[in-house]
Structures are given as structure tokens and as C-alpha cells.
């Protein structure tokens, strides 16, 4: 349910997410008790307040980052761009002693380069505070205090404010700094897409590094994914005060002790990739939690219940050779489990045939810049 903070200033904000997945996130808000207000082309936009947006960056699953809308114009060169962001007063966020970063997207718009748009983005907010204040924010593009977002779509510049700080991605779960073929913000996005009743028995047969297999057992045990990172970007904002960090550290608290570790039981993973496992494993010894991993080849797998849920990300053309002979052979693999709901992501058109029957869902989306498939089956 929504907190009881009407006396809040209510914001538009905008939470991004993977192409394809705006749908769920849309869902997901709903489920949060955030208004979401319609979905758009790489996430949702919803309105609130600060507490309803650090909800969203505390218990979002699928969202990237929560953007805080501050203000629209038509620009078409850089001197048009800057004179718009000079209007815009961000003391409740940035004073001189914090550090700042801006980060820019261009599409179809007479300016064409991101770097340059960022760049006279950064100098209209840090001359606006060397006219009234007469001192400067410092640039750092690695952990800035606060991280300002320009989008630049069809000569329309959108200014935004970052209130994740670094991608809702990165759970803070990882020990090592290996890249997963998968975010966790697209394994969650499987997950939920697959209907899983968060109940029954799950398995990630190609788990690897066990992406889908640790966001599966956090949804298992009722875990807020944000519960692992230390903070978020707006918790460094000049207009979070001692009321607002009370606020936050609550519903943090709120999210620990909602936490059921032992539910996490119910999912497993397998792979026969053991540097793989081991990543994994550490993973879920860390965070404590009850899922499996095995070291076992899909080829020779064979089901160990009579029902459950599947959700994998088998290799494919871009990360392993095999191709389509070796898609063929997982399908025949995974047409033994009989009574289960299967969902498999793919780049790989030969999977609309691997299990010997079309899929019954088949739904389009992004891993990155890649266009893959999510093709469902129900055995």
C-alpha cells in the first residue's frame, strides 16, 4: 500500500527498463503501489513523490533507473540547448561541495553527438551556480553525487535527474567483476514473464553464472533487490534531510524483516561450466540463501518432480558455437519434462521447432541492443 505522504511534493518520474519488458514493469509498479501513468519505448512513467520513487529503486525488479523529470524544450543547436538548461534551478539537488555528472542520449535530432550535448549540459548547471553562488560543482563521471540525465529525441531535450546512482542492475550480490551474459533486471523480467508462482520448483538447466536462479530464489524469499546496495543517488540529494533518511532506513528495515530465506529452497540450477557454478555458488552463500547449483549436462538432464517451471538462457550464436544442432538437442532434452511451463530466451529462430510443438507464447525483447525472443511452452 502507499505510504501517508501527501504533504510531499508530487514529481513526474520515469523508470527505465530493457526494451520489451515495459509492459511488466508497468505491472510491477502497480504491484508496488506506485501510479503508473503509461508505459513508453525503454520504460514506464509514473507519478509520486521522493518516497514513492526510492520504492521504486528499493523493490523494482525490472527497472534500470528511476529518472526524475525536471523540464522539456525544442532545441536545435547547443546554444539553445544551453539557455534552456540555465532555467532550470537544481538547488534541492546540487550545491558546490557535491560532485555531478551528466550523461546524454541523441536520436534523430539536428545535435548528433551525445559527449557534446552532456558536455553543454554539465557547463549550463555549473555556470547558473558560479552566477548565484559564485562557486562550482566538480565533474566526476564515475560516483557523482548527483547524476544528471539529457535526452535528446527529434530536436526535443528532456533533462532528468538520476535517482538510482548506479544501475538498479547491480544488486551488490556479485563478488566477482565478470560480466553475466544476462542483467538481473532482464533474469527478473523472465522470471515474471514465466508466470512462476514463486512456490513451486524452479529451474535454470543453463544457469552459468546463475542469474536467473539467484533473482528467482530473491523473489522466492520476498528479498528487495535494492536491500544490497549501501544507497541510491537521491540519498546524496541536498533536499533528502533527517526526516526523509528516517523514512528510508524504515522502509528498508520494513523490507528485512519481510524476508522468508528458507523459501528460497525451490529453485535450483544446473551447468556444466564449474568456474561458472562457483560464481554462483558465492553468491547465494552470501547472500544466504537456500538455492542450488549442480554441475550437470542439459543433454543428459531429467526431471526430477512432475511439475514446475523452466526458465533459461541457453547458449546461442553470439556466445557459444553449436548453433542450430545443438539448440535441437537442448529442445529434445527439455520436451522430457512433461507438466512443466517452460520459458526459454533466444536469438535463435530454430527454437521455434527445438521442442517438437510451437511455442505457445512467444514475446519480443532486449538483452542490450540484442533482439531475442522469450518463446514459452506449457508440457
Same mark, same amino acid.
Not at 4 to 33: I, M, S, V
Not at 51 to 70: P, Q, T
Not at 353 to 368: D, K
Given at each position: 500500500? $502507499?505510504? &501517508?505522504?501527501?504533504?510531499?511534493?508530487?514529481?513526474?518520474?520515469?523508470?527505465?527498463?530493457?526494451?520489451?519488458?515495459?509492459?511488466?514493469?508497468? *505491472?510491477?509498479?502497480?504491484?508496488?503501489?506506485?501510479?503508473?501513468?503509461?508505459?513508453?519505448?525503454?520504460?514506464?512513467?509514473? %507519478?509520486?513523490?521522493?518516497?514513492?520513487?526510492?520504492?521504486?529503486?528499493?523493490?523494482?525488479?525490472?527497472?534500470?533507473?528511476?529518472?526524475?523529470?525536471?523540464?522539456?524544450?525544442?532545441?536545435?543547436?547547443?546554444?539553445?540547448?544551453?539557455?534552456?538548461?540555465?532555467?532550470?534551478?537544481? *538547488? *534541492?539537488?546540487?550545491?558546490?561541495?557535491?560532485?555531478?555528472?551528466?550523461?546524454?542520449? =541523441?536520436?534523430?535530432?539536428?545535435?548528433?553527438?551525445?559527449? +557534446?550535448?552532456? !558536455?553543454?549540459?554539465?557547463?549550463?548547471?555549473?555556470? !547558473?551556480?558560479?552566477?548565484?553562488? /559564485?562557486?562550482?560543482?566538480? =565533474?566526476? $563521471?564515475? &560516483? #557523482? @553525487?548527483?547524476?544528471?540525465?539529457? /535526452?535528446?529525441?527529434? *530536436?526535443?531535450?528532456?533533462?532528468?535527474?538520476?535517482?538510482?546512482?548506479?544501475?538498479?542492475?547491480?544488486?551488490? +550480490?556479485?563478488?566477482? &567483476?565478470?560480466?553475466?551474459?544476462?542483467?538481473?533486471?532482464?533474469?527478473?523480467?523472465? =522470471?515474471?514473464?514465466?508466470?512462476?508462482?514463486?512456490?513451486? #520448483?524452479?529451474?535454470? $538447466?543453463?544457469?552459468?553464472?546463475?542469474?536467473?536462479?539467484?533473482?528467482?530464489?530473491?523473489?522466492?524469499? &520476498?528479498?528487495? $533487490? %535494492?536491500?544490497?546496495?549501501?544507497?541510491?543517488?537521491?540519498?546524496?540529494?541536498?533536499?533528502?534531510?533527517?526526516?526523509? !533518511?528516517?523514512?528510508?532506513?524504515?522502509?528498508?528495515?520494513?523490507?528485512?524483516?519481510?524476508?522468508?530465506?528458507?523459501?528460497?529452497?525451490?529453485?535450483? %540450477?544446473?551447468?556444466? @561450466?564449474?568456474?561458472?557454478?562457483?560464481?554462483?555458488?558465492?553468491?547465494?552463500?552470501?547472500?544466504?540463501?537456500?538455492?542450488?547449483?549442480?554441475?550437470?549436462?542439459?543433454?543428459?538432464?531429467? #526431471?526430477?518432480?512432475?511439475?514446475?517451471?523452466?526458465?533459461?538462457?541457453?547458449?546461442? %550464436?553470439?556466445?557459444?558455437?553449436?548453433?542450430?544442432?545443438?539448440?535441437?538437442?537442448?529442445?529434445?532434452?527439455?520436451?522430457?519434462?512433461?507438466?512443466?511451463?517452460?520459458?526459454?530466451?533466444?536469438?535463435?529462430?530454430?527454437?521455434?521447432?527445438?521442442?517438437?510443438?510451437?511455442?505457445?507464447?512467444?514475446?519480443?525483447?532486449?538483452?542490450?541492443?540484442?533482439?531475442?525472443?522469450?518463446?514459452?511452452?506449457?508440457?
Amino acid at each position: 500500500m $502507499p505510504d &501517508n505522504h501527501d504533504n510531499l511534493q508530487q514529481l513526474p518520474y520515469f523508470a527505465t527498463a530493457a526494451k520489451g519488458t515495459e509492459g511488466l514493469l508497468r *505491472d510491477e509498479l502497480r504491484g508496488l503501489g506506485v501510479r503508473p501513468i503509461r508505459g513508453d519505448r525503454g520504460g514506464v512513467h509514473f %507519478g509520486g513523490n521522493i518516497r514513492d520513487a526510492f520504492r521504486v529503486c528499493l523493490d523494482s525488479r525490472i527497472a534500470m533507473r528511476v529518472l526524475e523529470f525536471r523540464g522539456v524544450s525544442t532545441v536545435t543547436d547547443s546554444d539553445q540547448l544551453y539557455d534552456f538548461v540555465s532555467t532550470l534551478n537544481f *538547488d *534541492d539537488v546540487l550545491q558546490s561541495h557535491l560532485t555531478l555528472a551528466v550523461t546524454a542520449t =541523441v536520436q534523430s535530432s539536428s545535435m548528433t553527438h551525445s559527449q +557534446y550535448v552532456a !558536455r553543454r549540459v554539465k557547463d549550463a548547471i555549473v555556470d !547558473r551556480q558560479r552566477r548565484f553562488v /559564485h562557486s562550482r560543482s566538480d =565533474v566526476d $563521471p564515475r &560516483n #557523482p @553525487d548527483v547524476h544528471f540525465y539529457a /535526452h535528446l529525441a527529434k *530536436d526535443r531535450a528532456s533533462i532528468y535527474v538520476d535517482l538510482a546512482g548506479e544501475s538498479l542492475h547491480r544488486r551488490g +550480490y556479485r563478488l566477482s &567483476n565478470t560480466e553475466a551474459p544476462l542483467k538481473e533486471t532482464l533474469a527478473s523480467a523472465l =522470471v515474471q514473464l514465466s508466470r512462476w508462482d514463486k512456490l513451486s #520448483p524452479l529451474l535454470d $538447466p543453463c544457469c552459468g553464472s546463475g542469474t536467473v536462479v539467484l533473482e528467482a530464489a530473491l523473489m522466492a524469499a &520476498n528479498w528487495a $533487490p %535494492g536491500l544490497g546496495r549501501r544507497q541510491f543517488g537521491l540519498e546524496r540529494h541536498v533536499r533528502v534531510d533527517a526526516t526523509l !533518511r528516517n523514512a528510508f532506513e524504515d522502509m528498508r528495515e520494513a523490507a528485512r524483516a519481510a524476508i522468508v530465506r528458507e523459501r528460497s529452497e525451490v529453485v535450483q %540450477g544446473s551447468d556444466i @561450466d564449474i568456474t561458472a557454478l562457483t560464481v554462483a555458488r558465492d553468491a547465494a552463500k552470501q547472500l544466504k540463501l537456500g538455492a542450488r547449483f549442480m554441475r550437470q549436462d542439459i543433454l543428459n538432464l531429467s #526431471p526430477l518432480r512432475d511439475s514446475g517451471t523452466i526458465v533459461t538462457n541457453p547458449p546461442y %550464436g553470439v556466445r557459444l558455437e553449436g548453433g542450430q544442432e545443438l539448440a535441437m538437442r537442448i529442445g529434445q532434452s527439455l520436451s522430457k519434462f512433461k507438466g512443466h511451463r517452460i520459458l526459454v530466451l533466444t536469438t535463435d529462430r530454430t527454437w521455434l521447432s527445438a521442442l517438437g510443438r510451437p511455442p505457445a507464447m512467444e514475446h519480443t525483447l532486449f538483452n542490450g541492443n540484442l533482439e531475442c525472443r522469450a518463446l514459452g511452452w506449457d508440457l
